[in-house]
């Protein structure tokens, strides 16, 4: 029972990291409808920005998240104002193939310039440390990165659902043209949404490196779980996007430790198929 315990805790620790990747994904598709498929990409950047502040300057993680959380707030403001602005109203293929492409020129940049090695971060503040409580075993650096993701997440949703941005930004995602009419620049809010939602994923990644390698393909897979996420939770519901990250990571471990580590992520898309056979718009979709 002990062994169940563990496994479930190591489970919704990756699971709370999954459900910020996929909280910033979630808002900008619920708000924009718009599929942002650069976002595991914007993972992979952050987490390079955390690395080499690391390796070249000796900032740790647990600090550098913050300068990653910015950069890829900026990256993704520019991508709205670059590319996705001149998409809007196009029909959805547009956004997707747009982002598709950026998603490939970022990750070849990477390729590139840093090689397709694997790159660890060494002596890092929380690496190798652990806490135990009860019999079971809290990884430092994936408990750091699963209370910032849970910190995160309730900011976020605070933000949207408690605020005057947050109304106006709900106001936009039901009716742009009333949005307007009312007096609300929709302009702004689409470019501070796809801001918020790249610093939500650059936050992920900018703590990863405390204990995960980073090379040009990391950010594929989380990219993914992202889109599956979002998916079974309900398009545009945080707390769905949430119960869904924790799930997916609950099955992951549950799969990966009793069955074998190929099969995590046959029972991760297996139960997305579950889900979404059941609730088709998702858990908290409607």
Known sequence: MET????????????????????????????????????????????????????????????????????????????????????????????LLATFGLAMFLKNLCLNRFSPNFLILSDTWLGGKTFQLGGLIFPAPQLAAAALALIVVGLVYLLINSTRFGWAVQATAMDREAAELMGIDTERIY???????????????????????????????????????????????????????????????LAGFYIAPVFKYIAVFGLYLAVVFLRPKGIFGW
């Open 191 to 253: 470019i501070l949404i796809f801001g918020i939602g790249g610093a939500c994923v650059g936050i992920a990644g900018g703590i990863m490196p405390s204990y995960l390698a980073v090379h040009p393909e990391v950010g594929s897979l989380f990219g993914l779980i992202a889109f599956v996420c979002v998916a079974m939770g309900g398009f545009g519901s945080i707390p769905g996007a949430f119960l869904a990250g924790l799930l997916v990571g609950v099955a992951e471990a």
């Open 4 to 95: 169940f315990a563990q496994v479930v805790l190591d489970g919704l620790l990756s699971g709370m990291v999954y459900a910020l990747v996929a909280a910033g994904l979630c808002l900008i598709w619920g708000v924009m409808d718009v599929i942002n498929f650069a976002h595991g990409e914007y993972l992979m950047i952050a987490m390079y920005v955390s690395y080499w502040l690391g390796f070249l300057a000796n900032i740790d993680p647990v600090v550098s998240v913050i300068a990653a959380g910015v950069f890829i707030f900026i990256i993704g403001a520019l991508t709205y104002l670059l590319i996705i602005r001149y998409t809007v109203g196009k029909p959805p293929l547009a956004a």
